[in-house]
């Protein structure tokens, strides 16, 4: 018996020990799950199988062979001539910029742009549920949160008109975000007439590898014309947040994000003119989509923040809920702050996950000893996401500062080059400072020591927050 034990004990963490070795990335990762297999007997290695092992990056490349490029998404291409003459005298570093980002997500940046944005869900929710009853052909809706409250059966109720006067409807949620198949969002949409389908269910135990690889991405297209996105999820829950309506050559980028998202899931493939219209000039923004996950898109969003960083020259502001960038990203901001860059962190006061607060307060002295300033905003719980660049670039969208949106989660961003955008976007965040507390490092250092074990401790688990 002891002999069985054994064997059952170590054949399966020297497996584990070997794929994390050979196939994680990250040799802190690596090293951490090494010590989880072999300091929990059995526990360990069933742990690894269920959330180690990255299953997505098999699945996006067979189905990347499949992958279908729109008309109107190839003819959007912005050469270098026309955006340097559209860059504002100052601003010639975003070229280099520009040119770095393309190089990591080969994909365009598109001119003739127009970029709104809301600043409350109060203004968010009725224009995309106003642009849901005005589609005639199709509308895709992507979300991590889909509440059934009164938020949800607003856009349920709209979801379902189109559904019935015949627009093509595709809803998909993803299954940890809005409760698992315990929603009834599900059942309300689909009899109606819409399709709707769940990111990668985990109930069964043999699905349980996803449960650390989400769909986080809010996409609302509607006709292929008109998109939002950015950081709002579907809730009634008191959430500050902002969001982003783009018209313009940019949206059929994001609608092939979607595409692709709903083929993964569902493997039905959308095309033709009710997805994919020809795209005109609509504004004066250049703007990019920028699709990040686990599979062939692995570190794009954590490649531009560092992109962005590095290029920055006057300023930097951060908009994020959740704070805890790893060491390459914290020395950038450390380097951009002490050769004269501003660096402004703003996050909330209290956020709803209590862990990643925790593991945030122990990590907070790494910037703010060499000069970055950050800030915290009272209540209620803002969950906006933005990055500002010099008062010119901004990039928002679905992403946090985290090792879980940089690595594990499906993100979806936006960069956009607009100078009128970036500094109402400054002045929106320079409002939110002037109302919030500026956290520095004597406040830090002067916690009592019990909870400095507390939050210390915490952090040792931010690989997984």
Not at 26 to 42: R, T
Not at 60 to 83: G, N, P
Not at 126 to 141: D, F, H, R, T
Not at 147 to 154: A, E, K, P
Request: charged share 25%; aromatic share 10%; with cysteine.
């Amino acid at each position: 018996m002891r002999v069985l034990l054994g064997v059952l004990y170590i054949l399966p963490a020297v497996f584990s020990t070997g794929h994390a070795i050979l196939r994680r990335r990250d040799p802190h990762s690596a090293a951490w799950w090494v010590v989880v297999v072999w300091a929990l007997p059995i526990a360990g290695p069933v742990l690894y199988y269920f959330f180690g092992i990255n299953r997505i990056e098999r699945k996006a490349s067979r189905l990347k062979k499949r992958r279908i490029t729109s008309k109107s998404a190839a003819k959007i291409q912005l050469d270098d001539e026309k955006f340097a003459a559209s860059l504002p005298e100052g601003f010639e570093h975003l070229l280099s910029l520009s040119h770095l980002v393309e190089r990591v997500v080969k994909n365009p940046l598109t001119f003739g742009n127009k970029v709104d944005f809301f600043d409350h869900r109060d203004k968010a929710y009725p224009a995309m549920v106003q642009a849901i009853n005005e589609a005639k052909n199709s509308v895709c809706l992507s979300t991590y949160i889909f509440n059934h409250d009164s938020s949800g059966r607003m856009f349920i109720d709209a979801l379902s008109r189109a559904a019935l006067r015949k627009v093509q409807v595709r809803v998909l949620i993803d299954d940890v975000g809005s409760g698992f198949f315990w929603s009834s969002v599900y059942k309300d949409l689909k009899k109606n007439g819409a399709r709707v389908a769940y990111f990668m269910p985990t109930l069964l135990p043999w699905r349980m590898a996803y449960f650390n690889l989400r769909n986080h991405r809010k996409i609302l297209t509607i006709d292929g014309k008109i998109a939002f996105t950015g950081s709002m999820n579907i809730t009634s829950d008191p959430i500050q947040d902002i969001h982003f309506r783009l018209e313009g050559p940019v949206v059929a980028r994001v609608q092939e994000t979607f595409r692709l998202d709903w083929a993964f899931t569902t493997g039905e493939f959308i095309d033709g003119e009710n997805w994919f219209p020809k795209l005109s000039e609509s504004g004066d923004a250049e703007a990019r989509a920028v699709s990040s996950g686990p599979d062939e898109d692995l570190d794009h969003c954590r490649w531009i923040l560092l992109s962005a960083i590095t290029n920055a020259r006057k300023s930097i502001k951060i908009m994020t809920p959740y704070f805890l960038p790893d060491t390459t990203l914290i020395n950038a901001l450390n380097l951009a702050a002490m050769s004269g860059v501003r660096v402004d962190i703003i996050m909330p006061e209290k956020n709803d996950l209590m862990l990643v607060r925790w593991a945030t307060q122990s990590m907070l002295w790494q910037v703010l000893e060499r000069g970055c300033r950050v800030w915290s905003t009272p209540a209620p719980f803002d969950h906006s996401k933005l990055l500002i660049i010099d008062e010119a670039w901004v990039l928002f969208g679905s992403s946090n500062w985290d090792r879980r949106s940089l690595r594990l989660n499906f993100e979806l961003d936006v960069e956009c080059y607009d100078l009128p955008l970036a500094r109402n976007l400054s002045a929106l965040v320079d409002r939110k400072i002037s109302q919030a507390r500026e956290i520095t490092k004597s406040k830090v250092d002067s916690r009592p020591m019990p909870v400095r074990l507390r939050d210390g401790a915490a952090r040792l688990f931010s690989p997984l927050l």
